[in-house]
Structure formats: C-alpha cells, structure tokens
C-alpha cells in the first residue's frame, strides 16, 4: 500500500512540475505571441516567435484585456491582400523592419527597437525596449491643466518639438559608444512617411532618438509595464479623439501586448472630458511633461497619428467593407468584411463596464429608445469661442415635434432621449448610445458614438447641404448598421418628414 501512495505521489509531482513548466512557458511567451524574430539592419523578415523580450519586474498593475464577443486572432498573417479589410481596419502591418535586434538586446541587455509598416496606411506602429524620455527635451506646455487656467493658449505650445535626445535608446558597443541617431532620413521616408499630414509628430519623435553607451543611459525612473506613447491633435473633438482610440487599440493588438498599455501623451494639450474614455480603455493615463525627469520605459509602443487610420482615411479614398459578424467570419472569411469596429465598440462598453451580450429583443421589452444627439453650445479647448456651429437651424422644433409623435405612437412604446452629451459624462453617453434603437442627429461629431453602438441599431443622420460629409454613413457601413440620410436644403428640416421617415424606421423594428 506504501509501495502505490509513495508511486501516486511521484506522479502528482511530475504532473505539477511539468504544468509548472508550461505555466511559465506560456507567460514568458505571451508578450509576443504574434511576434517575429527580426534580423538587423532594418531588414524586413519573417516569422519566428521570440519570448521574453521584455523581462517584466515588479507587479503586475496593466488591466487584462476583456472577452470580446467580436474578437478575431490578431495574429500576422503575412500574405494579407493590401486592399483586403483586414488590411485597413486589423493587422496589415506585415512588413516589419529592425533597427536594433531583440536577440542581441536579450543576450547583451541593450536595447531593441522595430517598426511594423502597413502598405495599406502607409504608417506604422514602431515599439522598442529600454527607451529613455527626456521631457526637458520636448518643448511644449505640461499639459493635462484645468480648461480654464489655459484660456486663450496658442496651439502651437501644445504640439511637441523634439530635440535629439528627447528619446534615447542603448545600443551595443560598450560604455563609451559614440552618440548616433538611431535612424536616418531614408528610414523615415520608407517606414514613417509624411503623407498628407502638415506636421507628423511620431515620425519627428523617431527622428529624435538618439543611440548612446551604458554609462550615458540613466534614469531617475523606470515604468516597468507596456506603454503607449500618443501625440494627439484635435483632442477635444469626438470624431479625432475616436480615431486616437482605434489607432491606440490596434496598435496594443499588432504589438501582441499580454494586458491593457499605460498611455503616456507626448502632447500639452490640457484636460477634457474625453480622458475618461482613455481611462477606461488602458490601463492609466499621464502626461510626458508630468515626470520629473528622465524616465525610461521597459516597453514602448508609438501609436500612429490617427489621420493614419481607416476612420480618417475612408473620407478621401474609397474603402469598400463592410461590417459582419465576428462569427460569420470565422466561419467563412471574407476579405470584403469586417468586424474590427464591432470588436473596438465593445471594447469601449466593456471598460466602461456594459454588458456586451444584449440583443435588440432585449431592448425591445422596455420600449424602443430612440436618441436625439443634440449640439450644444460649450468651451472645448483653449482657443474655441464656447459656441457651436448649427447644423440644424430648427432643432428644438423637430425635438419638440418628436416627443409629440413618441408620446402619441399608440403600435409600441417610444421613449425620446434627449441627448444632451456636453452635459453628460462619457460613460453616461455611451450607455444612452448602448440602449439606443435608433440613434438621430444632425451631421456633428457626437454622433462618432456610433462606433459603440449594438447589432440591429438603426441611424438616421440630417445633414445640412453644407456639411455633406462621409463620415457616419461609413462608420455605419463599416460596423453593418442600417443607416437613413435626409439631406436637407439648407440646415432647416421639415418635421413632418422626418417623423414620417422614423414612422418607417419603426416598422421596420417590429413596431
């Protein structure tokens, strides 16, 4: 009997060792699992998984990422189609190029540095490891400030101009090493080229950062966890700080980060009400001026500008997807779909923590809301005059003409929101966004939220004959929503049409 309790226990202790030893193969690995092993010299290469290129030391204090019901592998798939969706809106950054080698950071404890370039953007999400900040080298204003202490501040001191050395990196070679840039002209022009933006703020960061020896890489501080460098430029518009979002989210996915990034703004920008969202989607927030001195990051990940996103991109040039479910394109792949918006829509109201499983039944049972996002007249940053630029000159009379048709439509019950969002916090926007049915508004960036919206939920936009712009009715396409236009002559909207155009809308949701 000893003989079988002696033999049964060797085996439990094999067993543990060796779940032991996977346990801690799979973490080491989980940084990189979409990763490849990378040669020197700004080649572009192959596929190869590296574990352990950034040795993580303290605790663990990144969110993890939440089950996302539309979450799609964002794993390198290297023969991706440069026009396919996939492309666009997930990881088509398949050209990868090292400037510094992981391999030979790990071996020598320098530091690695590599861009992944998308031919479809022509961007690219550029990360490294051992990467010194020097915020006394980045002129701007602090930034994060009170709205108010900042009236009347010229945006030219909130946007960051680098000089060599705002970012350093350690290279090999000993002590002494000879200060170089880390990249030359022709680096920039491949992997992070201008395009159409006037003044690209992560391409002049690259260009800062500066190769030194041991002895001249010192840091007062150490951020031990993933982090995101961001500069940012319409910061306190919806529609640009969305596109800040989405280049932020994918950039964490084709970097293959194990939990949720800090975010670091490498801008001067002072506060607005949108950081709650940022909050909620990472792990934390600060800004590069906040640090007291030099500060150097185990891991940091440049998120692309987001004029390099397909949400900015797709009003200039044609991108012909639209949005499906995560599930149907597991099952059948389709280069022509897409769910990525989808799944960064319930990532927004997961972090603020909604359900993500509601169906429209559901919705159905309390009523049908139907939103009515409104503009409003408040001070968005250091420079606006506190008065918003009407896009529907009648607006409190179509409101008023809808709850008259919402308290009287006898088939089901409607309930009229009024959707005063500069009046509410984020988190109160998104779930007026989340419970909606129908979603109405004139053409205004509010109605970016949009992108947060549930399966089934129908928009009607009213837009003015001045503002014919593109910019829901793709998001709407792109997230497979149906969507209504009544394109006004002029910015004034005749109620009766548009409630005859929600009493079909209506019919079409069963009521």
């Known amino acids: ?41 700004h080649r572009d290469t192959t596929v190869e998984s590296f574990p352990g290129i950034v040795p993580h030391r303290g605790p663990h204090l990144s969110k993890p990422w939440p089950i996302i019901p539309s979450y799609l592998p964002w794993s390198l798939t290297p023969n991706v189609d440069l026009k396919s969706c996939e492309a666009y809106f997930g990881n088509g950054f398949t050209r990868v190029a090292d400037v510094l080698s992981a391999k030979a950071a790990v071996r020598s404890g320098s530091s690695w540095f590599r861009c992944h370039y998308s031919g479809t953007l022509r961007s690219s999400v550029c990360e490294g490891g051992k990467i010194r900040m020097d915020p006394e080298k980045i002129k701007m204003s602090r930034g994060g400030e009170k709205l108010e202490d900042v009236i009347g501040r010229n945006e030219e001191e909130e946007l960051p101009e680098f000089q060599d050395g705002a970012f350093e990196v350690e290279g090999e070679g000993g002590a002494r090493l000879k200060k170089t840039k880390l990249v030359g002209e022709e680096y920039l022009d ?3 080229p201008v395009g159409d933006v ?11 950062i500066v190769v030194v020896g041991e002895n001249d890489f010192t840091c007062q501080e150490w951020v031990e966890e993933p982090t995101l460098l961001v500069t940012r430029y319409e910061y306190a518009n919806l529609f640009h700080t969305v596109t800040d979002w989405y280049s932020a989210y994918v950039s964490s996915r084709v970097t293959g980060l194990p939990n949720r990034p800090h975010v670091v703004f490498v801008d001067g920008h002072c506060e607005t009400q949108l950081e709650d969202t940022w909050k909620a989607l990472f792990s934390s927030l600060r800004f590069a001026k906040n640090f007291s001195g030099p500060v150097c990051f185990r891991h940091a990940v440049l998120s692309p500008l987001g004029y390099e996103t397909p949400l900015f991109k797709g009003l200039t040039e044609d991108i012909n997807c ?13 280069d022509k779909k897409t769910a990525r918006l989808s799944e960064f829509g319930e990532m927004i109201r997961i972090a603020f923590g909604f359900p993500v499983n509601r169906h429209h039944a559901e919705k159905a049972a309390s009523g049908h809301n ?24 009648n607006e409190q009379e179509v409101f008023d003409s809808l709850q008259r048709w919402a308290s009287n439509h006898l088939q089901c019950k409607v309930n009229l929101i009024n ?13 007026a966004i989340q419970d909606a ?13 949009i992108v947060s919206a549930t399966p089934n939920t129908v928009i009607l936009e009213l837009i003015s004959s001045f503002f014919r712009r593109p910019h829901f009715q793709l998001i709407a396409q792109w997230k497979g929503l149906q969507y209504h236009a009544i394109n006004l002559d002029g910015s004034h909207a005749k109620p009766g049409v548009v409630i005859d155009k929600l009493n079909k809308i209506m019919r079409s949701l069963g009521c």
């Open 419 to 431: 959707g005063l969002f500069a009046h509410m916090t984020m988190k109160e926007q998104v779930q």
């Open 370 to 393: 139907v939103l009515f996002v409104r503009r409003e007249d408040y001070l968005a940053h250091p420079r606006h005059k506190g008065k918003v630029e009407s896009r529907l000159s």
């Open 322 to 334: 639209h949005g499906a479910s995560a599930q149907d394109l597991w099952q059948s792949p389709d």
């Open 198 to 208: 006037l003044r690209h703020t992560m391409r002049e960061l690259v260009r800062s």
């Open 437 to 449: 049915s129908v979603i109405i508004g004139a053409h205004g960036a509010g109605l970016t939220h």
């Open 1 to 41: 009997m000893n003989k079988k309790h002696s033999t049964l226990l060797k085996v439990l202790l094999a067993l543990f060792a060796l779940n032991s030893i996977s346990l801690y193969l799979y973490f080491s690995a989980g940084h990189h699992n979409n990763h490849q092993h990378l040669a020197q010299n």
């Open 190 to 192: 491949e992997f992070l």
